[in-house]
């Protein structure tokens, strides 16, 4: 079942359904970066180009849950 997050990004407020499985490794990824979950969305969504927002959420949390810790490089 989705679980939708209500955020504030460049001024628009938007939503986003991700299972609560993908919410519980972006919650570690942001809690690894020190960022609030809003901190994070922004941060995703910057770094997205024209990936729609929750695939782009998704992709970040396969590759984190993988191993693969690039994002908290850049």
Request: glycine fraction near 6%; charged fraction near 25%; hydrophobic fraction near 50%.
């Amino acid at each position: 079942m989705l679980q939708k997050r209500s955020i504030l990004l460049s001024g628009h407020a938007t939503s986003v359904a991700l299972e609560a499985e993908f919410w519980v490794v972006l919650d570690s990824v942001a809690a690894h970066l020190t960022l609030s979950r809003a901190g994070l969305m922004k941060r995703i969504d910057e770094r997205r180009g024209r990936t729609p927002l929750a695939s782009a959420c998704r992709l970040l949390a396969l590759a984190w849950a993988s191993g693969d810790r690039s994002f908290a490089d850049d």
